[in-house]
């Protein structure tokens, strides 16, 4: 079975024509997938499960990937696509696409959509591609929780802890990191200690890995 929880995943679509609209609604749920369908952009920026800050900032945090047709009446596929960005709305986009859109396909595909599939497709085809881009989405929502735990550990730290953590993490030695900041090696150890045991690291690799992601560094 999929890695993607289905009960917790959400399927947006995006289509102008109904009876597609309708006949994709019901594919998804017939697999268990919760959809919510849209006739037009504007529909989709009022749905509430697209959890940006300048829409909504208190809505739930489940996967979710956009099916979305590249050409619609009003503002066209790409254009939602770039308002999204502009929102800071983060979602895998899947293009559906006509024989004779692969000029946009190329665009949409270079702005970030994560796949594309031409009309008329297959079933499992279109099912395999929402899986797809579920998990991406699972996965990219995992990031940004664990990214956001490191945060919350790193602003627990002391200023001279962090400062010991950033030569650290540049590899310098505990006795180089005394003579750099005018402390005992022994003072080091403690804060460098402290800083692992703050920051939840199991092993000083892990605590290298953290500052990666937080982007922490001292100054050469």
Same mark, same amino acid.
């Given at each position: 079975?999929?890695?993607?929880? *289905? @009960?917790? !995943?959400? /399927?947006?679509?995006?289509?102008?024509?109904? !009876?597609?609209? &309708?006949?994709?609604?019901?594919?998804?749920?017939?697999?268990?997938?919760?959809?919510?369908? &849209?006739?037009?952009?504007? #529909?989709?920026?009022?749905?509430?499960?697209?959890?940006?800050?300048?829409?909504?900032?208190?809505?739930?945090? /489940?996967?979710?990937?956009?099916?979305?047709? /590249?050409?619609?009446?009003?503002?066209?596929?790409?254009?939602?696509?770039? +308002?999204?960005?502009?929102?800071?709305?983060?979602?895998?986009? *899947?293009?559906?696409?006509?024989?004779?859109?692969? !000029? %946009?396909?190329?665009?949409? %595909?270079?702005?970030?959509?994560?796949?594309?599939?031409?009309?008329?497709?297959?079933? $499992?085809?279109?099912? @395999?591609?929402?899986?797809?881009?579920? #998990?991406? @989405?699972?996965? =990219? =929502?995992?990031?940004?929780?664990?990214?956001?735990?490191?945060?919350?550990?790193?602003?627990?730290?002391?200023? +001279? #802890?962090?400062?010991?953590?950033?030569?650290?993490?540049?590899?310098?030695?505990?006795?180089?990191?005394?003579?750099?900041?005018?402390?005992?090696?022994?003072?080091?150890?403690?804060?460098?200690? $402290?800083?692992?045991?703050?920051?939840?690291?199991?092993?000083?690799?892990?605590?290298?890995?953290?500052? $990666?992601?937080?982007?922490? &560094?001292?100054?050469?």
């Amino acid at each position: 079975m999929d890695p993607v929880a *289905i @009960d917790d !995943a959400v /399927v947006l679509v995006v289509d102008d024509d109904a !009876a597609l609209r &309708h006949a994709l609604g019901s594919l998804f749920r017939s697999v268990g997938f919760t959809v919510r369908l &849209h006739a037009s952009a504007a #529909e989709l920026l009022d749905d509430p499960v697209l959890d940006a800050p300048p829409l909504n900032s208190a809505l739930p945090d /489940v996967a979710c990937c956009l099916l979305l047709d /590249v050409r619609l009446r009003g503002a066209s596929g790409l254009d939602l696509q770039a +308002r999204l960005a502009q929102l800071g709305v983060e979602i895998p986009i *899947i293009f559906m696409t006509g024989h004779g859109d692969i !000029a %946009m396909t190329v665009t949409a %595909m270079k702005a970030g959509a994560v796949d594309f599939i031409t009309k008329p497709f297959r079933d $499992q085809d279109l099912l @395999d591609a929402v899986t797809a881009a579920l #998990e991406k @989405d699972r996965q =990219r =929502r995992l990031g940004s929780r664990r990214l956001n735990e490191i945060r919350a550990c790193y602003q627990t730290l002391s200023p +001279r #802890e962090a400062e010991v953590m950033g030569l650290a993490v540049r590899g310098l030695l505990n006795k180089q990191i005394a003579g750099e900041i005018g402390i005992s090696e022994v003072t080091v150890k403690i804060h460098r200690g $402290q800083a692992m045991r703050k920051m939840k690291a199991r092993t000083f690799a892990d605590l290298v890995l953290m500052a $990666q992601q937080l982007g922490v &560094h001292a100054a050469a």
